[in-house]
C-alpha cells in the first residue's frame, strides 16, 4: 500500500523501517531518533514546508514512551532530571516555534540551519569521552550530584532549537550533560527521553492549533507521523533494552559520523 507525502508516493513500509532502524540507535543515547528522520522527511520525501517539524513531534509523541517506559521498568531513570529537562525546555519550544514559522520558511535556508545543527552534534559527539558502560544502577546512583541551576539555561537553549527543528530537545541535551556536567550517558538516556516525550506533546500542540502567518500550512502530516510513531514505538523498546550490552562510544561515533555527513552535506549545498 502506498499514500502521499509532499506529492510522493510512498510504500507504507518506508516510515516503518526508518523510524525503527533510527529509534533502535538513537534511544540507547537518549536520542528519539527525530534528529535523523529530518533529513530523512527533507531529503527522501521532499517534505520541507514547517510542518515537516510538526511531524517530527507526533513521531516523538507516539514513538517515546517505549523507551521510557523500559528505562523506568529496569530502575534506569532519574525522575528528578527529567522533570527539570521538560521544565526548561518548554518556554524555549515557543520561541522556536515562531522562528520556524516566519524566518526558516524558505526550504533552502532551513536545511542550511538543520546543517549547522547536526554538524555541531556530531562534532560535539566525537569530541566527548563517555564513561563505559555499567548496568546503569551505578550510574543513576550518580546523578544525585548534578546541579539543578546549568540544566535551567540549557534546558531554555535546546528548547528553542528543538522547537524550530522538530525535536523535544533530547538529542542536544544528553551530549551536554554528559560533556558540561559529567554525567554517564547511561543515566541521562532515560531522563533525555522523558523531556523530550513532554515538550513534543506541547510542540505538537503549539503547530496544530497557534495561528501560522498567512498561507503557511504548520499543522503536521498525522498520517505519516503515526507511521513513524509506530515503527519508533517499537524501535525504542528494543533500543533502550539493548543499550546496557552495547559499547557506548561505538554507538556515539557511529551516530556522529552520520551527523556530520548529513548536516555537512546540507551546508555545502546551500553554500554552492
Known sequence: MFFDVAGIHVPLWVPLLAAFVVSFFGSMVGVSGGILLLPFQMS?????????????????????PGGVWRYAREKRMDWRLAGMIAVGTLPGLVIGWWLRVNWLLDPRLFKF????VLVWLGSRLLRTRYPQPTTGKDDIRRTCEWKIMPVLPFSVAIGVIGGAYGLGGGAFMAPLLVALLGLPIHAVAGATLFGTLVTSVAGVAMYQFLPPPAGVETRPDWLLGGLFGIGGLLGMYVGARTQKFVRQRVLEVGMAVVLVV??????VRFIL
Do not use: C, D
Request: glycine fraction near 12%; proline fraction near 3%; charge should be neutral.
Open 44 to 64: 527522501v520525501l521532499n517534505y520541507v514546508t514547517p510542518s515537516v517539524s510538526a511531524t517530527n513531534l507526533v513521531f516523538n509523541v507516539i514513538a517515546i
Open 113 to 116: 540551519f538543520v546543517g549547522l
Open 262 to 267: 548529513l548536516g555537512g552535506g546540507y551546508v
